[in-house]
């Protein structure tokens, strides 16, 4: 059984950074891991997810303002969140999941954490 923790979330001022981590723990070798996110009112989205050779798919939205790494050593992969605008603001999931390719479909994942906060203004 997987089980994900995210941490890191927080309020911050436009243009300013945060750096989201989720750490998992059970068997996870192989396992593809992504970040998606939720505002008020809409659907959850995908931001970034990466394999487990370290390849990586970005959504547009965030392109070149976020970027989405693995730490190995602790079983995490992290957001590295930077430029953050307004629209940016949402509940922040962690998933993971056996996958082939790096969806940013949050139907394809089976495991979620319980998801953090950010808010920017």
């Known amino acids: 059984h997987v089980q994900l923790v995210e941490s890191g979330g927080g309020s911050v001022q436009v243009g300013e950074s945060l750096r989201l981590s989720c750490v998992a723990s059970?068997?996870?070798?192989?396992?593809?891991m992504a970040w998606f996110r939720q505002a008020p009112g809409k659907e959850r989205e995908g931001v970034a997810a990466?394999?487990?050779?370290?390849?990586?798919s970005v959504a547009d939205s965030v392109k070149g303002r976020f970027t989405i790494s693995r730490d190995g050593a602790k079983n995490a992969i992290v957001l590295q969140m930077g430029s953050l605008k307004p629209e940016d603001t949402g509940t922040y999931y962690c998933?993971?999941?056996?996958?082939?390719?790096?969806?940013?479909?949050?139907?394809?994942?089976?495991?979620w954490g319980q998801g953090t906060q950010v808010t920017v203004s």
């Open positions: 998933a993971a999941d056996l996958l082939l390719m790096r969806p940013l479909d949050p139907s394809e994942y089976k495991y």
């Open positions: 059970g068997y996870t070798y192989g396992y593809c």
């Open positions: 990466i394999d487990s050779d370290g390849g990586t």
